[in-house]
């Protein structure tokens, strides 16, 4: 900025949440940046994390082991006996309501997956 201050600050922290992973539970926050440049609202710089999505519950590990548990045969009432083996009692975010809207994105992809084959053929 012309008066020598940083235009992209770290505003603040948001709310406390729990990210589910392997090992259990991590409580994390993520920091809040603003640009503070003197430009219109579709010039202002945006920062989205890659590490910390803003709305992630989950980690990336866990979300592949879900496909696997699915295609093993572990139906989507079973789901939560089999997770909280692994990830022990408190593992939330993994309800059978959460499961079956998982599956109907993965038929979603493996649709359009598919449909792109028989085009290449």
């Not at 600050?9 to 640009?35: L, S």
């Not at 989205?48 to 696997?68: E, F, G, Y």
């Not at 079973?78 to 909280?84: A, G, P, S, Y």
Request: proline residues 6%.
């Amino acid at each position: 900025m012309p008066d020598g201050r940083d235009r992209i600050v770290r505003q603040a922290h948001g709310p406390h949440r729990a990210i589910q992973t392997g090992i259990g539970p991590v409580e994390v926050r993520r920091a809040k940046v603003r640009d503070r440049g003197d430009v219109g609202a579709e010039e202002k710089i945006r920062f989205t994390s890659s590490i910390l999505p803003k709305w992630a519950r989950r980690t990336k590990s866990l979300d592949a082991l879900l496909p696997v548990l699915y295609l093993r045969g572990v139906s989507t009432g079973d789901f939560q006996e089999v997770l909280t083996a692994l990830l022990g009692k408190n593992a939330p975010n993994l309800s059978p309501a959460v499961i079956t809207r998982l599956t109907a994105e993965w038929q979603a992809d493996y649709d359009d997956w598919h449909s792109q084959c028989r085009m290449r053929i």
